[in-house]
C-alpha cells in the first residue's frame, strides 16, 4: 500500500484526503516511480476548485515530480529501476507516494540535480523555458516585466532572464516581498497595488515599454499591463488567482500600439514530445550550472490541503512542495 491525496469533487482545500492504494505493476510503456518530492502550483488550484474540469472523480492532482523508478514495463528500456527521474506534465496524479508513468514523460537526473530541485522545478523551468525561447526569444539588453516576481515563478523568470542578459521589472503585492525579488535579480521591483506602476514601468524600459510582460496574477491585471508594453512587444497571460480577466477587444491591441496578447499554457507546451525534450535538456543544463530556484515551502503529501491553502492565500514565496 502506498498513500495519495485524492479528491471526490470541486471545493476548498479541505476536499484533499490522504488515502491508501495499491500501484500495480507497470504495464507496456509504463514506469512505476517511488516519489521524494511532488511539486504544488496554481494550476493544481485551478482543478481543484473546477475551474478547471476534470474529466472524472475520484481524482490526484499534480503535474510533476521527481523520485526513483521502482520498476519498468515489459517494453522499457530507456530507463531501469534505481535511475533518478523527474517529469512533467499529463496524466494528472503525482500527489502519490508511488505512481506509474508513460516512460517517455520520465527525464533521467544528472548528478548534479537533486531530486528536491528537480521535483520542484520541472513545471515552472518547462514554463519559464516557454516564455524566454518560444513565447518571446529574449535577446540580451531587452526589458521584461515579471508580475509576481517574488512567486515561485517569478523568480525563476527573473533568474533565467537575466542569465540571458535581460533586464527585469519585477512587480509585488507587497514591500515585504521586494527583498526576495531583488534577491532574484530583479533590475527594478514596483508595487503593483501602485495605480502608477504602469506609467513608472515604462519610463524605466527606456521610455518605451517592455517587450515582453508576464502577467500570472489575473483580474484587471491584464488590461493594467497592456500599457506598459513598447509596440510589437508581447504580453503573455498565464493564470488569475485575482479573479476572472475581463474581455480584451482586439482593436486595444492594434493599430498604433501593435501588441500582441498570448495565453501560453506550459501543460501544451510538455505535451509537444519535441519542445519538451529540449525545454528539459535546456532546464537541467541550466539547473547543473548554477540556475537557482528556491523552494519557499514544504509540507508533508498528507498535509497537501494545508499546502493549497497558503499558496491560494499568497502567504508562500518561493515554489511549494510536498515531500514523501
Not at 86 to 91: E, F, I, Q, S
Not at 98 to 110: G, I, M, N, T
Not at 229 to 253: C, K, M, N, T, Y
Amino acid at each position: 500500500m502506498s498513500i495519495c491525496v485524492m479528491m471526490n469533487g470541486p471545493g476548498a482545500p479541505d476536499v484533499l484526503n490522504a488515502v491508501d492504494i495499491d500501484v500495480p505493476a507497470p504495464g507496456p510503456g509504463e514506469v512505476r516511480v517511488r516519489q521524494s518530492v511532488i511539486g504544488v502550483n496554481f494550476v493544481d488550484v485551478y482543478y481543484r476548485t473546477g475551474l478547471y474540469p476534470l474529466p472524472r472523480y475520484p481524482a490526484v492532482l499534480g503535474f510533476e515530480g521527481a523520485g526513483v523508478v521502482d520498476a519498468i514495463g515489459p517494453d522499457v528500456t530507456s530507463v531501469s529501476p534505481g535511475d533518478r527521474a523527474a517529469y512533467h506534465g499529463m496524466p494528472l496524479g503525482a500527489y502519490a507516494e508511488v505512481r506509474l508513468l508513460p516512460v517517455d514523460r520520465l527525464v533521467k537526473l544528472p548528478d548534479a540535480v537533486s531530486e528536491r530541485i528537480a521535483g520542484s522545478t520541472m513545471l515552472r523551468g518547462l514554463t519559464a523555458h516557454m516564455l524566454l525561447h518560444k513565447v518571446h526569444a529574449v535577446s540580451r539588453g531587452e526589458w521584461i516585466l515579471v508580475h509576481a516576481a517574488a512567486g515561485g515563478l517569478g523568480q525563476l523568470v527573473t533568474r533565467w532572464a537575466k542569465r540571458m542578459g535581460a533586464n527585469v521589472i519585477g512587480t509585488v503585492g507587497s514591500a515585504a516581498k521586494t527583498a526576495a525579488a531583488i534577491a532574484a535579480g530583479a533590475d527594478e521591483v514596483l508595487l503593483h497595488g501602485d495605480d502608477q506602476w504602469p506609467k513608472r514601468a515604462m519610463q524605466i524600459a527606456d521610455g518605451k515599454g517592455v517587450h515582453l510582460a508576464i502577467d500570472g496574477i489575473g483580474g484587471d491585471m491584464l488590461a493594467k499591463t497592456l500599457g506598459s508594453v513598447r509596440p510589437f512587444g508581447i504580453v503573455a497571460s498565464l493564470g488569475q488567482p485575482a479573479g476572472p480577466i475581463p474581455p480584451v477587444r482586439v482593436e486595444d491591441l492594434g493599430f498604433a500600439r501593435s501588441i500582441g496578447l498570448v495565453r501560453p499554457s506550459s501543460i501544451a507546451y510538455a505535451s509537444d514530445p519535441v519542445l519538451y525534450r529540449r525545454g528539459v535538456d535546456d532546464l537541467l543544463a541550466a539547473l547543473g550550472n548554477g540556475l537557482v530556484n528556491p523552494i519557499g515551502a514544504e509540507y508533508p503529501l498528507r498535509e497537501a490541503a494545508r499546502a493549497h491553502a497558503d499558496l491560494e492565500s499568497g502567504r508562500t514565496t518561493g515554489s511549494v512542495i510536498l515531500t514523501v
